[in-house]
């Protein structure tokens, strides 16, 4: 079992696909995910992105360095509305950032990360990597090495990594390992470039899975055989 994972959700996790704002029914599915693995003391990060209020690219007419910004307040909006729903439900959450000052947000500090770990909060990393042009895959991938974890999952919308975007094609055919070398240069667009590359620099291993399937991840976090895993080598 894995015991330090930083978790990468996309915004619609909130919505459900290709929708806005924030469903009740998928919300308390996230909830029910997330008690599931927080019941085994794992120490999760998580990085929450805004797919279901806004990104950057939404504004047309804006300069993007505006509306990227008002992309990452998005993923603080996200992470505060995450963490009082986890609180009402016994989920002891804390949310860091580097790009707000409120009060319930606290500075991003790394000697404090592991003190909320062994408190048993749940630490949402909100504001993607702080930076107008990036994505939150690559602040995932930041945080996961930052954090020390041993596994970044990315919960999606597709079982894993395909060699070509599933949603597109009938006949994709899915990855059970893949290395960062291969996910690079095939352009699997399932994550950034950036994101990969930072993982395979500092050797992070990588699941994508489909966050929508009950379970999914507790077993992920199990280490079952689920979704697509991205490593050094095969
Ligand atoms: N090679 C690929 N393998 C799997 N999914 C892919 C691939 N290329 C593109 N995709 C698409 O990437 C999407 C991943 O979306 P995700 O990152 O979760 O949300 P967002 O679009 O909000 O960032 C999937 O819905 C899938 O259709
Ligand atoms: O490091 C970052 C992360 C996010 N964003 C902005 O925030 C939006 C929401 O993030 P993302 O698209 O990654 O959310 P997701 O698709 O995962 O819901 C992006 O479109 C960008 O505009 C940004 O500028 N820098």
């Given at each position: 079992?894995?015991?330090?994972?930083?978790?990468?959700?996309?915004?619609e996790?909130?919505?459900?696909?290709?929708?806005?704002?924030?469903?009740?029914?998928?919300?308390?599915?996230?909830?029910?995910?997330?008690?599931?693995v927080?019941?085994?003391?794992v120490?999760?990060?998580?990085?929450?992105?805004?797919?279901?209020?806004?990104?950057?690219?939404d504004?047309?007419?804006?300069?993007?360095?505006i509306?990227?910004?008002?992309?990452?307040?998005?993923?603080v909006?996200?992470?505060?509305y995450l963490?009082?729903?986890?609180?009402n439900?016994?989920?002891?959450t804390?949310?860091?950032?580097q790009?707000?000052?409120?009060?319930?947000?606290?500075?991003?500090?790394?000697?404090?990360?592991?003190?909320?770990f062994?408190?048993?909060?749940?630490?949402?990393?909100?504001?993607?990597?702080s930076?107008?042009?990036?994505t939150t895959?690559?602040?995932a991938?930041?945080?996961?090495?930052?954090?020390?974890?041993?596994?970044?999952?990315?919960?999606t919308?597709?079982?894993?990594?395909?060699?070509?975007d599933?949603?597109?094609?009938?006949?994709?055919?899915?990855y059970?390992?893949?290395?960062?070398d291969e996910?690079?240069?095939?352009?699997?667009k399932?994550?950034?470039?950036?994101?990969?590359?930072?993982c395979?620099?500092?050797q992070?291993?990588?699941?994508?899975m489909?966050?929508?399937?009950?379970?999914?991840?507790?077993?992920?976090?199990?280490?079952?055989n689920?979704?697509?895993?991205?490593?050094?080598?095969?």
């Amino acid at each position: 079992m894995y015991k330090r994972v930083l978790l990468k959700l996309s915004g619609e996790v909130l919505s459900g696909e290709a929708q806005k704002g924030f469903s009740e029914e998928h919300v308390n599915y996230l909830i029910k995910e997330i008690k599931s693995v927080s019941e085994y003391g794992v120490k999760l990060g998580i990085v929450i992105g805004a797919g279901n209020l806004f990104r950057g690219r939404d504004f047309e007419g804006l300069r993007p360095t505006i509306s990227d910004q008002i992309g990452m307040l998005g993923t603080v909006i996200n992470a505060l509305y995450l963490k009082d729903r986890f609180e009402n439900e016994g989920i002891k959450t804390v949310v860091v950032s580097q790009i707000v000052t409120l009060p319930s947000v606290k500075l991003i500090n790394y000697d404090d990360i592991d003190l909320y770990f062994d408190a048993g909060y749940i630490v949402i990393f909100a504001g993607g990597t702080s930076n107008p042009f990036f994505t939150t895959d690559t602040g995932a991938a930041l945080r996961a090495v930052e954090m020390k974890a041993e596994l970044l999952i990315k919960g999606t919308k597709v079982s894993g990594i395909y060699d070509k975007d599933p949603k597109i094609y009938n006949d994709a055919v899915k990855y059970n390992v893949i290395t960062y070398d291969e996910a690079i240069e095939k352009n699997l667009k399932i994550m950034d470039t950036e994101a990969f590359s930072i993982c395979k620099r500092y050797q992070m291993k990588i699941l994508v899975m489909n966050f929508f399937e009950d379970n999914n991840l507790l077993r992920a976090i199990r280490g079952e055989n689920v979704g697509t895993l991205v490593i050094p080598s095969k």
